[in-house]
């Protein structure tokens, strides 16, 4: 009897117990849906990114070139104040003429008198009138060497500023009487023939 009457006290208990897990599982289920769609709409909290780096690189960059400008190294200022940029730019140029055998066009950058060869050239007419004889005296190994300069940093001391290996020519800026400058001239041409002065002399 007491058995029974136990069996029959749980029942209800049981029934009431299930009704409750089934109730906690539906509200578990719809706090969690909720939860998860509110969650789809939220945008992620990004970590706020420093900028100032970027910012400070586009300012700098942005800066007209004026109020930054290059300063010159005066690399040859030994031989020159003028500037190093000026110096390489115009044996670039040089270096340009000889390789095209540009006679004429060097004949107006020397500075005169200048001995080639052991014959002394006392202006222009008298280089380009020897220069016609040039071609096949020609030292390979003078446009060799100047053909491997890339007139960057070139040696220089008081003399001058030297253009291939074994200074094959010199620039220097050339002064008049009164001191004035005539600019960057070829003072000296050494090596660009392979014959005797003997074969050279046609004027």
Same mark, same amino acid.
């Given at each position: 009897m007491k058995l029974k009457s136990i069996i029959i006290n749980v029942e209800p208990f049981l029934i009431v117990t299930? @009704?409750?897990s089934k109730? $906690?599982?539906? *509200? @578990?289920? &719809? *706090? &969690?849906? $909720?939860q998860i769609s509110g969650?789809?709409?939220k945008q992620p909290d990004l970590p706020v990114q420093d900028f =100032? &780096?970027?910012e400070e690189?586009?300012?700098h960059y942005s800066q007209p070139e004026e109020n930054n400008p290059i300063t010159d190294n005066n690399y040859y200022q030994a031989a020159t104040s003028i500037? =190093?940029?000026d110096v390489e730019l115009y044996a670039a140029q040089v270096r340009q003429q000889f390789l095209m055998? /540009?006679?004429s066009a060097i004949s107006s950058e020397i500075s005169y008198p200048i001995t080639i060869s052991d014959i002394t050239y006392e202006n222009s007419e008298d280089f380009l009138n020897a220069s016609n004889r040039f071609g096949s005296n020609l030292n390979e190994a003078f446009l060799t060497a100047i053909e491997n300069e890339d007139c960057v940093e070139m040696f220089c001391n008081y003399e001058g500023i030297m253009i291939g290996e074994s200074g094959q020519i010199w620039i220097s800026e050339v002064l008049n009487a009164d001191f004035s400058s005539q600019g960057l001239k070829i003072t000296a041409i050494n090596g660009l023939l392979n014959t005797? =002065? /003997? /074969?050279i002399i046609a004027w």
């Open positions: 299930t @009704f409750m109730t $906690v599982v539906i *509200l @578990f289920i &719809l *706090l &969690l849906s $909720v969650c789809s709409n =100032s &780096l970027i690189k586009t300012d500037s =190093s940029a055998q /540009d006679w005797n =002065s /003997d /074969d």
